[in-house]
Nanobody, 122 residues
């Protein structure tokens, strides 16, 4: 059973950067597509970034495109979300998720972490 644990959240000023990590255990991430989601207070959870399995093709929500970068290190069984030029509206709980099979599909994730809080405020 794949288990995911996020880390790296915290308080950051507008314009700042954070890197979130998603450490996997219980299975190798090699054959999983990995997604990052977020849920802001009072809003629905949204998929913001996804990376395919072998090959590493990525896609992003328009709200984060050009500012966030998803990556993976299969040797470390870990995925990352580099977040730059952060805005107050990026404040949310951030979750990583995975689905078996290399192709990204935000709607088909079936393994989830518990989330890490990112607060963007001065």
């Amino acid at each position: 059973q794949l288990q995911l644990v996020e880390s790296g959240g915290g308080l950051v000023q507008p314009g700042g950067s954070l890197r979130l990590s998603c450490a996997a255990s219980g299975n190798s991430l090699n054959y999983y597509a990995i997604g990052w989601f977020r849920q802001a207070p009072g809003k629905e959870r949204e998929g913001i970034a996804c990376i395919n399995g072998i090959g590493g093709s990525t896609n992003y929500a328009d709200s984060v495109k050009g500012r966030f970068t998803i990556s993976r290190d299969n040797a470390k069984n870990t995925a990352y979300l580099q977040m730059n030029s952060l805005k107050p509206e990026d404040t949310a709980v951030y979750y990583c998720a995975a689905k078996y099979g290399v192709v990204c599909d935000f709607s088909a994730m079936n393994y989830w972490g518990k989330g890490t809080l990112v607060t963007v405020s001065s």
